[in-house]
């Protein structure tokens, strides 16, 4: 045997109490009551034993107990326990002590194998208690079995990824264990175990819901969008993106153990979040100009799933309305971005958006129920001459005073009893423009008034800065005649 130096000082975690002998239960009535409290007597006096640090009592009293009422679960797993404290006893005992007081019997590898046979026959009786995994691991580490201990305890932490006695006899092992032998392991041991059962692949944001069954992250959420039920087993659950957590440890675990497939996933994941400069997730409903800041309610499950992804990604997407002649998207939309995203507790979000700039789409394509759109963005075309450059400065800066002047008429009417309007009229005051900015102008300065779909489909598709400026003219003063073109 080695000596203490070479030995790695393991603590081991999870085996400080022995657990108590339950009453008398009804499935267990096949056995005489008398018989009951002798096996319960054995089990409370090794029980102070082992709490006392006596552990060849303990062990005598548990093997008295398991002699009478084989295969009870309480006595495997202190048995098991008491002959492991007793081996990291032996095992801490300096060589001196050894000398001085000779062993009687056991010794620490014997102590171990005895152990993990307890433990064995335990993971037979009750494999879905995290205990068993705790003993059976440590029993492992005892035995300087360290890859199949962290694979032992990998196992349990699938049961319970919370579990303070397997996350610390983990993070004892990745002590010892070099990484070398880790990365052995890891190529070996890729079962369906972290597979989540939703999309059948590798799980990522690993999040494990009340009823005790882990998921993806946006799987879960994904399937909530349809009903407040756990995918697998349909307990009813209460959890929202805002209120549940990544389980941290499991998905450290998952991401150290196979790197090459998380990261594929990672990547799979950010190309549906991440669209790029040019793409852009749609929204289909009508037509939105830039310089408008608009509120949206969301609920439909496709729009929900697309609205998270956005919000982990650019928090933009694109806006756009139905062609009531053909039924698909018209070929122009505008960029908005998310400024504001409240979710309800039922799953429906609240977006306070503003949008900014036009493009045309050159392809869409369906992804999850939702459209993304391969765009182009548009501009106007700018004037060409010095002259025509002076003229639309000219026509911009009058523009502009007209519609300050015209803003304030507005509001001072508004101030006399309509809330509303003034609410409106003050937010498109924010969103005024810089002068330097005449394309962005002359769209503002269409949504100060009211426009028909129609109406704000022809401005966008307008490339001339000067036309719309003098359109949006037409308007106010039109309005401020009493006639407004609706
Ligand atoms: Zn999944
Ligand atoms: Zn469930």
């Given at each position: 045997?080695?000596?203490?130096?070479?030995?790695?000082?393991?603590?081991?975690?999870?085996?400080d109490d022995a657990e108590n002998y339950g009453l008398v239960t009804e499935?267990?009535?096949?056995?005489?009551?008398?018989?009951?409290?002798?096996?319960?007597?054995?089990?409370?006096?090794?029980?102070?034993?082992?709490?006392?640090?006596?552990?060849?009592?303990?062990?005598?009293?548990?093997?008295?107990?398991?002699?009478?009422?084989?295969?009870?679960?309480?006595?495997?797993?202190?048995?098991?326990?008491?002959?492991?404290?007793?081996?990291?006893?032996?095992?801490?005992?300096?060589s001196s002590i050894s000398e001085y007081r000779p062993l009687n019997g056991?010794?620490?590898?014997?102590?171990?194998?005895?152990?993990?046979?307890?433990?064995?026959?335990?993971?037979?009786?009750?494999?879905?208690?995290?205990?068993?995994?705790?003993?059976?691991?440590?029993?492992?580490?005892?035995?300087?079995?360290?890859?199949?201990?962290?694979?032992?305890?990998?196992?349990?932490?699938?049961?319970?990824?919370?579990?303070?006695?397997?996350?610390?006899?983990?993070?004892?092992?990745?002590?010892?264990?070099?990484?070398?032998?880790?990365?052995?392991?890891?190529?070996?041991?890729?079962?369906?175990?972290?597979?989540?059962?939703?999309?059948?692949?590798?799980?990522?944001?690993?999040?494990?819901?009340?009823?005790?069954?882990?998921?993806?992250?946006?799987?879960?959420?994904?399937?909530?969008?349809?009903?407040?039920?756990?995918?697998?087993?349909?307990?009813?659950?209460?959890?929202?993106?805002?209120?549940?957590?990544?389980?941290?440890?499991?998905?450290?675990?998952?991401?150290?153990?196979?790197?090459?497939?998380?990261?594929?996933?990672?990547?799979?994941?950010?190309?549906?979040?991440?669209?790029?400069?040019?793409?852009?997730?749609?929204?289909?409903?009508?037509?939105?100009?830039?310089?408008?800041?608009?509120?949206?309610?969301?609920?439909?499950?496709?729009?929900?799933?697309?609205?998270?992804?956005?919000?982990?990604?650019?928090?933009?997407?694109?806006?756009?309305?139905?062609?009531?002649?053909?039924?698909?998207?018209?070929?122009?939309?505008?960029?908005?971005?998310?400024?504001?995203?409240?979710?309800?507790?039922?799953?429906?979000?609240?977006?306070?958006?503003?949008?900014?700039?036009?493009?045309?789409?050159?392809?869409?394509?369906?992804?999850?129920?939702?459209?993304?759109?391969?765009?182009?963005?548009?501009?106007?075309?700018?004037?060409?001459?010095?002259?025509?450059?002076?003229?639309?400065?000219?026509?911009?800066?009058?523009?502009?005073?007209?519609?300050?002047?015209?803003?304030?008429?507005?509001?001072?009417?508004?101030?006399?009893?309509?809330?509303?309007?003034?609410?409106?009229?003050?937010?498109?005051?924010?969103?005024?423009?810089?002068?330097?900015?005449?394309?962005?102008?002359?769209?503002?300065?269409?949504?100060?008034?009211?426009?028909?779909?129609?109406?704000?489909?022809?401005?966008?598709?307008?490339?001339?800065?000067?036309?719309?400026?003098?359109?949006?003219?037409?308007?106010?003063?039109?309005?401020?005649?009493?006639?407004?073109?609706?």
């Open positions: 045997m080695s000596n203490d130096e070479s030995l790695p000082a393991f603590t081991l975690f999870g085996l499935a267990d009535n096949s056995l005489p009551l008398d018989i009951h409290n002798q096996v319960f007597q054995l089990v409370e006096k090794g029980n102070q034993a082992f709490n006392e640090s006596r552990f060849e009592e303990a062990i005598s009293c548990y093997s008295k107990a398991y002699s009478i009422k084989p295969l009870d679960p309480t006595v495997l797993s202190n048995r098991s326990a008491a002959y492991i404290r007793y081996g990291q006893y032996l095992k801490q005992r300096s056991f010794d620490m590898s014997m102590l171990g194998e005895l152990a993990l046979k307890d433990a064995d026959k335990l993971m037979n009786l009750q494999s879905s208690s995290v205990k068993t995994y705790t003993i059976k691991a440590c029993a492992l580490i005892l035995l300087e079995r360290y890859e199949v201990a962290r694979d032992t305890i990998l196992s349990g932490l699938q049961l319970d990824p919370f579990s303070d006695p397997l996350r610390s006899n983990l993070q004892e092992l990745e002590k010892v264990l070099p990484t070398s032998m880790i990365k052995t392991y890891e190529k070996a041991e890729r079962s369906d175990e972290f597979d989540c059962t939703v999309c059948l692949k590798l799980l990522y944001e690993p999040i494990t819901t009340p009823c005790g069954h882990t998921f993806c992250r946006s799987c879960l959420f994904q399937s909530m969008d349809r009903g407040n039920k756990c995918p697998l087993c349909r307990t009813v659950i209460f959890m929202t993106p805002r209120t549940c957590a990544v389980s941290v440890t499991l998905n450290n675990i998952i991401q150290k153990n196979f790197p090459e497939e998380y990261a594929e996933r990672k990547s799979e994941q950010d190309t549906l979040v991440h669209l790029g400069n040019e793409s852009m997730p749609l929204f289909v409903m009508d037509v939105i100009i830039p310089c408008q800041k608009l509120s949206l309610h969301i609920f439909e499950p496709r729009y929900r799933l697309m609205v998270r992804r956005i919000m982990e990604g650019n928090h933009r997407m694109g806006m756009v309305a139905l062609d009531s002649a053909t039924g698909s998207p018209v070929d122009v939309a505008c960029e908005v971005e998310i400024t504001e995203c409240d979710p309800l507790p039922d799953g429906r979000f609240v977006l306070e958006l503003e949008s900014h700039r036009r493009c045309r789409i050159v392809k869409a394509w369906d992804q999850d129920g939702y459209r993304v759109a391969e765009v182009e963005w548009v501009a106007d075309i700018p004037p060409q001459s010095d002259q025509e450059k002076a003229d639309l400065r000219e026509l911009t800066s009058s523009a502009a005073s007209f519609a300050r002047s015209w803003l304030e008429r507005a509001q001072e009417a508004a101030r006399q009893g309509d809330r509303r309007r003034l609410e409106v009229l003050l937010n498109v005051e924010s969103m005024i423009p810089t002068p330097q900015d005449p394309e962005r102008f002359s769209f503002w300065l269409a949504t100060l008034t009211d426009r028909r779909p129609s109406e704000r489909l022809e401005l966008l598709r307008l490339q001339d800065t000067g036309e719309r400026i003098r359109r949006g003219l037409i308007y106010l003063r039109s309005v401020e005649r009493g006639c407004r073109m609706q």
